[in-house]
Nanobody, 124 residues
Framework: QVQLVESGGGLVQAGGSLRLSCAASAGRTFSYFVGWFRQAPGKEREFVAAINWSGGYIEYADFVKCRFTISRDNAKNTVYQQMNSLKPEDKAVYYC?????????????????WGQGTQVTVGS
């Protein structure tokens, strides 16, 4: 099983930016879809963004459109999420997620592999 390792979380003021990275474990490659979910305290985990193998198909949750950008570098086995114009409501643990088949889904139950999560905190 591919292990996913997130990095890049931290504390930022409202309006600031962060870039999250998700790396596949050494010697492994990502499967077809890789994306990000997040979970705020007391809330359910929710879809944020996803990208397919070629990068030609991308989906975003409505609440991050025009603020977040997902991308991938297959040569480095890494997926990125650039987060701009961060808001206090973006505070959450962000999880990298992988889906092994070529079928897009935003459902938590359809994720095949999860990273350990990285905390993003946005000060007001």
């Amino acid at each position: 099983q591919v292990q996913l390792v997130e990095s890049g979380g931290g504390l930022v003021q409202a309006g600031g930016s962060l870039r999250l990275s998700c790396a596949a474990s050494a010697g492994r490659t990502f499967s077809y879809f890789v994306g990000w979910f997040r979970q705020a305290p007391g809330k359910e985990r929710e879809f944020v963004a996803a990208i397919n193998w070629s990068g030609g198909y991308i989906e975003y949750a409505d609440f991050v459109k025009c603020r977040f950008t997902i991308s991938r570098d297959n040569a480095k086995n890494t997926v990125y999420q650039q987060m701009n114009s961060l808001k206090p409501e973006d505070k959450a643990v962000y999880y990298c997620a992988e889906r092994y088949i070529a079928s897009m889904s935003r459902r938590v139950s359809d994720v095949d592999s999860w990273g350990q999560g990285t905390q993003v905190t946005v000060g007001s």
